[in-house]
């Protein structure tokens, strides 16, 4: 069950809000989940979205290239569909498309504190590829394509508490991958900053007390992707106390890390588009001949509330819903995850800490070797302490969707299953997380949702 209020009195605001804002005052604050409520409707009442599929053909501005057969926008910026192709010992064992997007976007969170309490900025925020329109979204998550305005569309709002030297109290500032199946080395910035005065708020944002975010990530595909990477680099309240004693050693943890990268014996990289075999642009899609991976499809997006109100794009659509799960137990009175050092084909240092099972849309848990991560899997294992289905970035995919669990087990997970898991404290976890390229999309988003469990 949802915790029905957060105690959290509203700030009394001194400062005249701007045009087409509210200040910091009661309006700004929403204190509990019927307040969150009244005014997510009221921005789903008050917006016009549209988004219908068109062929990659009709698409504006979107150009196959003769040459190499790639997908791109014709101002060379945003990203482009490319081929990935992957070696094994010379051999080329895979090939497939993936989304190349070469620059480096801002996913920022402001927050401040609030009676005491911390707030985040939130922002209710419409992606072509969500599968319920609008989501609950960072303060600012933009490309630097859209920042920097190429669109020719309307300044990203809240980007200076972000950039610069007159940004506020920096808490959280690192460079953090994404899906590495279907990205080519895709990173973004995660930032919280922390701000003490008036903050004028816009329409589509909301100053929510911290709790009451993490008992939004129970519902639905709600926090988008973007929030909860952010989220989960956000070190929770208390952390300056002594952490408990974990299994261990953060060194040796480090260590198994690295041995783990060595392991990987194959070579990645990228390819024209035209050369990938076993896919072909069908029916102004690009799919596999199976049609059983993903595929790369167009549409045509209305959106009042954005920067750009109208614009068409490629979108890469799973076939299926995955499946993410943290096994986690007490050792000696302290919360620990299972966690898998992961290889996945598009990320920048091959292997990035993982789930304990992070499965792709499609795949079954049959191919888990070890029995008893098999049978949590199958939801025949352990207490499920949370479950909820959460949306992949809907900027750049349609309808990803992954089942994300947190399952409690007892002494039968006594050892690792085998050399590519690990027990890990929550919190070496999070300070893993003040590293780029440690901890990858999935398990990031796992980390936030077990900050929502009381313990």
């Known amino acids: 069950m949802i915790e029905r209020a957060i105690t959290a009195p509203p700030q009394v605001s001194r400062r005249i809000p701007l045009p087409g804002t509210t200040s910091g005052g009661p309006d700004a604050v929403l204190s509990t989940l019927e307040d969150f409520e009244r005014w997510w409707a009221e921005r789903h009442r008050a917006g016009r979205f549209e988004v219908d599929r068109v062929p990659l053909t009709e698409l504006d501005a979107w150009h196959f290239d003769p040459g190499t057969g790639n997908l791109g926008h014709e101002s060379g910026r945003f990203f482009t569909v490319e081929g990935l192709q992957v070696r094994f010992g010379g051999v080329v064992e895979r090939s497939q498309p993936v989304i190349h997007q070469h620059e480096i976007g801002v996913l920022g ?59 506020g109290e920096v808490l959280v500032d690192v460079l953090q991958s994404e899906q590495g199946a279907w990205f080519w080395r895709k990173r973004n910035r995660n930032l919280v900053v922390k701000v003490g005065g008036e903050v004028p708020v816009a329409p589509d944002f909301r100053w929510l007390p911290l709790p009451l975010v993490h008992r939004l990530l129970r519902i639905d595909n709600l926090v988008n992707m973007d929030a909860r990477t952010v989220l989960a680099c956000l070190p929770p309240a208390g952390t300056d106390d002594a952490p408990g004693t974990a299994r261990h050693p953060t060194a040796d943890i480090l260590s198994w890390f690295t041995e783990a990268k060595t392991r990987c014996d194959w070579h990645a990289r990228l390819v024209p588009l035209a050369e990938v075999g076993g896919w072909a642009v069908t029916g102004g899609e690009i799919v596999d001949d199976e049609r059983r991976q993903f595929r790369i499809t167009g549409v045509r997006v209305t959106a009042g509330n954005r920067e750009v109100t109208r614009w068409t794009q490629p979108l890469l659509e799973p076939r299926g819903q995955g499946l993410a799960v943290f096994v986690t137990k007490l050792i000696d009175g302290v ?44 939801g025949r294992l352990g207490r499920t302490r949370f479950s909820a289905v959460l949306s992949e970035e809907g900027g750049r995919f349609f309808h990803a969707l992954t089942r994300y669990r947190v399952v409690e087990v007892g002494e039968e997970f006594e050892t690792e299953p085998s050399p590519d898991y ?34």
């Open 335 to 378: 919360r620990h995850v299972l966690v898998q050092a992961r290889p996945e084909i598009g990320l920048l240092d091959l292997v990035e800490i993982g789930p304990t099972i992070q499965l792709s849309p499609g795949e079954d848990a049959g191919g888990i070797e070890d029995p008893l991560v098999r049978e949590v899997a199958r």
């Open 422 to 455: 690990c027990w890990v404290a929550d919190w070496q976890l999070t300070e893993l997380l003040r590293h780029g390229h440690y901890v990858n999309i999935e398990a990031r988003s796992l980390l936030a949702c077990l900050r929502s469990l009381p313990y």
């Open 109 to 167: 969170i402001l927050v401040k504190e609030i009676d005491g309490v911390p707030h985040c900025l939130m922002q209710a925020k419409m992606e072509p590829g969500n599968v319920n329109v609008l989501q609950l979204s960072p303060t600012v998550q933009a490309t630097r394509s859209n920042y920097t305005q190429v669109h020719r569309g309307a300044q990203t709002r809240y980007l200076e508490y972000f950039t610069g030297l007159a940004r």
